[in-house]
């Protein structure tokens, strides 16, 4: 079994026990008389997830069940991707509190980081650039309000 | 019986001319429409931004538009969609001028323009080949526009008669077209799809009004909004992949001087035939749900080559072989918009996008839009054939700043692009959750990729799950529980047979594939 079809076995196996899930928890909704109850539909979907995730198991394990060695293509990219999500999360949270003016050109300051920009004053100037222009058209001209954070 | 026959037949002219009159005058209504200001400003910022995102490679229409989208939420809805048109029909064309310069296509639907025109541009004439790939798009979506002025509402004439159990079987063959087509694998295909359906199953049910999947969860009782869903898949995703990658080196363009970008009589002449085919073959796929520019552009390329009178210029900088693909992948515009306005059933990634973003701002295409709303069919039907003119206009003068357009560095544009999905996401109602949402999608849609799982048919499977269901429910309720009732109706069961055809096909398709190696 080659790598590619390691994954896709895992991926088959993944969506039939999602698909078993589902089926348990459609069965257990109530029934309706005339028409479908609420738990039919989803009912529907996990059989055909079910059927379609064993197939795809199923014609993987065929290959062969040669389990590839686990080695982490690309470690830095992918750290660099959680590290994103993490300063991204942390941004979500603190947004309220400090405010999208205040708290939006470190977030991007450090996500043009991330992304191998190192010229300081250039990286300074756009983070900050750009969230006084997304501020000004959505404040300003969409009327949405962003978090004002302590500047309110 | 003469007499009957001859006043049977005049009824019939007389309606006929009736409903060419009633289009007319809706077509100048429309027409009206978009030339007022707003309307006009925002098309030619759509044809504009659809020109620089689809000449970027990485980015695409379907991302552009979901970039729009806060903009989009908060216009009329006929403005909203001529500039989603202008961006859509933009963003083909700027597709090939990445595919020109670079060697690398914007968008997949210009990838047959490098075979002819990168060679050109190493001749010194990028100009040349900007102009008549400019020239061939505006051909190719004339032609495509005068297609959907045509067919659809014929379509939708005829849709009108579906009930409940032939729109069930509708969506079910919408979705196995766009899971059978999207992915290699067809599997992963109908699995992505059956995610998008169970996403769209979260909430309080709409028929009895049950919790379905909440966990107790009072934020999940209104389901999952489909705006930081579409966010989530195609944007962010992209951005944690262009992240992951992000020591691939992008080809750098060479300094090289835009000139003569308008196409000479002579030349228009000589590669005229080839675009007025392309644009043809465009459209007829453009028509089948779940095809797309990426597969007209080759067709019409070797088709080009067929009935070419210089078929061995071909791969050597041939202006055919820019025309051909270029029209076609313009000409798929239109007709991937057919079956989406009459029909609800998107033609290709982009126009499933543009799906979602018309269900957002109220807008339900279908052939009740027809009946209900034909002021915003004819001022798309008027604004797609304004926007290329703009597209013509705009993609000669991009010509000279596609170079420097094309020096922007990923580590710029893609934080700029974060910043606007997080501000586009928190928009709809001005919530973080909403943010935390599009992240969470954007988590899902890089792994889903990584699997090689189409976003496509998710987005589909949400845009089509309470429609599924909601006409499910009442083909029973008519039918009393009787589920023959879908293969007893003839619509019904003709769009249950092509989506057993289309996925029975794919299989089939990959099996082949999988033997051939």
Known sequence: MNKNSFSDFCLGVFFTLLGIVVLVLGLRMPSSQRGIGPGVYPTFIAIIMIICGAVVAIENAMHGLEIPSFVIKNKPGMLRMLALLLATFLYLYLLDIVGFLLLSPFYMFFVMWLYGQRRWKSSILISILTTVILYGVFVKLFRIFLPTGILS | ?517
Request: hydrophobic share 50%; with cysteine; charged share 10%.
């Open chain 2, 1 to 517: 019986m003469v007499c009957s026959l001859s006043s049977l037949g005049s009824s019939f002219l007389r309606e006929s001319y009736h409903e060419v009159l009633l289009m007319f005058n809706f077509l100048c209504e429309g027409l009206l429409a978009v030339f007022q200001p707003l309307s006009f400003a925002l098309m030619c910022f759509g044809v504009m931004m659809g020109t620089i995102i689809g000449a970027i490679p990485g980015l695409s229409g379907s991302m552009g538009i979901i970039l729009l989208l806060p903009l989009v939420y908060q216009l009329p809805s006929d403005v909203a969609l001529v500039m989603l048109c202008g961006l859509y029909c933009g963003s083909m064309y700027g597709g090939s001028v990445s595919a020109i310069l670079l060697k690398a296509p914007g968008t997949p639907s210009a990838a047959a323009t490098v075979l002819d025109g990168n060679p050109l541009a190493n001749k010194g004439l990028a100009g040349k080949a900007i102009g008549v790939s400019a020239f061939s798009s505006f051909i190719g979506g004339l032609i495509s526009t005068i297609c959907l002025i045509f067919i659809s509402p014929q379509l939708a004439k005829i849709a009108l008669s579906f009930n409940a159990a032939d729109f069930f079987s509708l969506s079910i063959f919408g979705l196995s077209i766009m899971a059978s087509s999207s992915s290699k694998k067809v599997m992963k295909g109908v699995l992505s799809g059956c995610v998008g359906l169970l996403i769209s199953t979260v909430g309080i049910d709409p028929i009895v009004g049950n919790e379905r999947f909440t966990f107790g969860n009072y934020r999940l009782m209104n389901g999952f909004p489909i705006l930081p869903v579409l966010i989530g898949i195609f944007a962010i995703s992209e951005i944690f992949i262009n992240l992951r990658d992000r020591d691939n080196p992008r080809k750098n363009i060479e300094d090289q001087k835009i000139a003569h970008v308008f196409p000479s009589l002579k030349d228009i002449r000589f590669f005229l035939k080839a675009s007025i085919v392309g644009g043809v073959l465009g459209v007829l796929i453009g028509i089948i749900p779940g095809t797309g520019g990426a597969i007209a552009c080759f067709l019409a390329y070797n088709v080009a080559q067929k009935i070419s009178k210089k078929p061995e210029d071909f791969g050597n900088g041939s202006l055919e072989g820019i025309a051909a693909p270029e029209a076609a992948n313009n000409g798929t515009t239109g007709g991937a918009l057919i079956p989406m306005l009459s029909l609800g059933i998107p033609g290709d990634v982009v126009t499933s996008v543009m799906l979602g973003a018309l269900v957002l701002i109220g807008v339900r295409p279908g052939p009740m839009l027809f009946v209900d709303n034909p002021k915003i069919v004819y001022t798309l039907f008027a604004g797609m054939f304004i926007v290329q003119f703009l597209m013509l206009f705009f993609g000669m003068g991009f010509a000279k700043f596609a170079p420097k357009v094309l020096k922007i560095p990923a580590k710029v544009l893609m934080p700029m692009i974060l910043m606007l999905c997080v501000v586009g996401s928190f928009s709809l109602a001005n919530q973080l959750y909403h943010v935390a949402i599009a992240v969470a999608f954007g988590v899902i849609g890089y792994f889903m990729k990584s699997f090689g799982l189409p976003g496509a048919p998710l987005v589909l499977g949400v845009i089509f799950g309470p429609i599924a269901e909601e006409n499910l429910n009442r083909a029973l309720i008519v039918s009393n529980n009787n589920y023959a009732t879908f293969f007893t109706r003839p619509i019904s069961l003709f769009f249950l047979i092509m989506a057993a055809i289309s996925i029975g096909y794919a299989v089939y398709a990959n099996r082949r594939d999988a033997k051939r190696g």
